[in-house]
T-cell receptor, first 113, second 111 residues
Framework: SQTIHQWPATLVQPVGSPLSLECTVE??????LYWYRQAAGRGLQLLFY??????ISSEVPQNLSASRPQDRQFILSSKKLLLSDSGFYLC????????????FGSGTQLSVL | TQLLEQSPQFLSIQEGENLTVYCNSS?????LQWYRQEPGEGPVLLVT?????EVKKLKRLTFQFGDARKDSSLHITAAQPGDTGLYLC???????????FGKGTSLLVTP
């Protein structure tokens, strides 16, 4: 069965520090992968998506970047965090057979202080 | 980016009441999805509607896709405290790869 792993679950970082959030998917190949950010109790903002290794599409300009070094690995990074980068970050994937259904990871709550 | 507007933003009702939440856009979507999210967790898919005018029922939840495939509604009959959560609608973007989400309706059902 397919599973998605996202870590860490919570993270507290000082302003100006780097960031690396990792997401891996098991049980599927060539998934479309996504990073979303969610403000407290509100909707999801699409940050990046990837349809294949090394292919990254950015939806909004920001202080973050994404990379896909392997088929089932998606990484969200920042060189220097801002206060506004705080939020709940969700990784998600769609497989070819899932008819556009998104499967979400359990999320990372990032607090930048 | 195709925008999805959800209303109301917040809704607090008592157990047993009925409610309807809406998801509207000026764009046409090939399909719309409804998710429910609990605090600290990722959203979970409830239903996908594909055909204009389509109505789907999931126990006490009724989902409808507008004829023009620009809007959708979710009706809950006899709400229960377990229905509490953030309800999100999402539509596939023009690129065909990404799901764009509305800001959600936060529902609180009190006993």
């Amino acid at each position: 069965s397919q599973t998605i792993h996202q870590w860490p679950a919570t993270l507290v970082q000082p302003v100006g520090s780097p960031l690396s959030l990792e997401c891996t998917v098991e049980g599927t190949s060539n998934p479309n992968l996504y990073w979303y950010r969610q403000a407290a109790g509100r909707g999801l903002q699409l940050l990046f998506y990837s349809v294949g290794i090394g292919q990254i599409s950015s939806e909004v300009p920001q202080n973050l970047s994404a990379s896909r070094p392997q088929d089932r690995q998606f990484i969200l990074s920042s060189k220097k965090l801002l206060l506004s980068d705080s939020g709940f970050y969700l990784c998600a994937w769609i497989g070819e057979a899932t008819n556009e259904k998104l499967f979400f990871g359990s999320g990372t709550q990032l607090s930048v202080l | 980016t195709q925008l999805l507007e959800q209303s109301p933003q917040f809704l607090s009702i008592q157990e047993g009441e009925n409610l309807t939440v809406y998801c509207n856009s000026s764009s046409v979507f090939s399909s719309l999805q409804w998710y429910r999210q609990e605090p600290g967790e990722g959203p979970v898919l409830l239903v996908t509607v594909v055909t204009g005018g389509e109505v789907k029922k999931l126990k006490r939840l009724t989902f409808q896709f507008g004829d023009a495939r620009k809007d959708s509604s979710l009706h809950i009959t006899a709400a229960q405290p377990g229905d509490t959560g953030l309800y999100l609608c999402a539509g596939v973007s023009n690129s065909g790869y990404a799901l764009n989400f509305g800001k959600g309706t936060s529902l609180l059902v009190t006993p």
